[in-house]
């Protein structure tokens, strides 16, 4: 698969979409996309499980992240701060029956306040 970029318009490219969605539920929409999949879009340093990098994709979703213009922002730190948020949803929506730590809950704090005030 040739790597794709997504625009600022609400629906994936059709070469994207067919890369991060599975085939029941490409509807194109990138609300419709699980945290996963948006760490897919700009995580620039992807690999398959046998540790080959995934080129397509990271060209992608090197484009993805020039095209969002936050210069100021590291990437690295925002991608892993951005799959921390997924495995904290991924416990809530799973219903560990662990409560969220002090620390979770301050880990989703400060990625709302970053992304106020990126947007």
């Given at each position: 698969?040739?790597?794709?970029?997504f625009?600022?318009?609400?629906?994936?490219?059709?070469?994207?979409?067919?890369?991060?969605?599975?085939?029941?539920?490409?509807?194109?929409?990138i609300?419709?996309l699980?945290?996963?999949?948006?760490?897919?879009?700009?995580?620039?340093?992807?690999?398959?499980?046998h540790?080959?990098?995934?080129?397509?994709?990271?060209?992608?979703?090197?484009?993805?992240?020039?095209?969002?213009?936050?210069?100021?922002?590291?990437?690295?730190?925002?991608?892993?701060?951005l799959d921390?948020?997924?495995?904290?949803?991924?416990?809530?929506?799973?219903?560990?029956?662990?409560?969220?730590?002090?620390?979770?809950?301050?880990?989703?704090?400060?990625?709302?306040?970053l992304?106020?005030?990126l947007?």
């Amino acid at each position: 698969m040739r790597g794709v970029a997504f625009t600022r318009d609400t629906r994936l490219p059709q070469a994207l979409k067919r890369a991060v969605q599975s085939n029941d539920r490409k509807t194109g929409k990138i609300a419709d996309l699980m945290f996963g999949q948006y760490v897919m879009l700009l995580d620039g340093d992807q690999h398959n499980w046998h540790g080959h990098r995934k080129e397509a994709l990271c060209a992608a979703a090197d484009q993805n992240w020039q095209t969002l213009g936050w210069t100021g922002v590291n990437r690295v730190q925002f991608v892993r701060q951005l799959d921390r948020v997924r495995e904290i949803r991924n416990q809530i929506a799973h219903f560990d029956p662990e409560p969220l730590s002090p620390q979770r809950a301050e880990d989703l704090r400060q990625f709302v306040g970053l992304l106020r005030q990126l947007t």
